[in-house]
């Protein structure tokens, strides 16, 4: 996963995620929030860049300090490609499975694929 902070890949994606709107509305905020000046702290990772299959957006881990607090811990997704969003759910570390969190996306597919990694980690999903 890559971090985007370039202003100038910022701006790129945003461009491409409202052409994505309805689907791409929860992350889109989230990157226009990191573009204006980012006082939340947030960070925008891409799987692949500048073509990307998936966008997670999520707290800075070094500023997420209670690991059991699902609400500081949010992640939003939004994902052209459905193979690559289960690819990072099952091979990156870009999801802490050892922190409470919540995901949230509006995609066909993201809870099955989540129900899926949850179960082969042997993990409760509520």
């Given amino acids: 996963m890559l971090i985007l902070r370039c202003p100038a890949q910022l701006q790129r994606l945003e ?12 992350v ?31 707290l800075r881990p070094e500023d997420n300090k209670d690991p059991r607090d699902f609400y500081a811990n949010q992640l939003t997704v ?13 091979g990156t570390q870009a999801v802490d499975w050892t922190r409470a969190f919540q995901i949230h996306g509006m995609q066909d597919g993201m809870y099955e694929a989540v129900r899926e990694v949850t179960d082969a980690k042997g993990l409760q999903l509520e």
Avoid: H
Avoid at 36 to 48: F, H, M, Q, W
């Fill in 15 to 26: 461009d491409a995620l409202r052409r994505s709107i309805p689907a791409a509305l929860p």
């Fill in 28 to 58: 889109l905020g989230t990157v226009l929030t990191v573009a204006r000046g980012n006082p939340a702290s947030c960070e925008v990772l891409v799987d692949t860049w500048p073509q990307f299959g998936v966008v997670l957006t999520r």
């Fill in 78 to 90: 939004f994902y052209q490609d459905e193979g690559a969003w289960r690819a990072l759910l099952g």
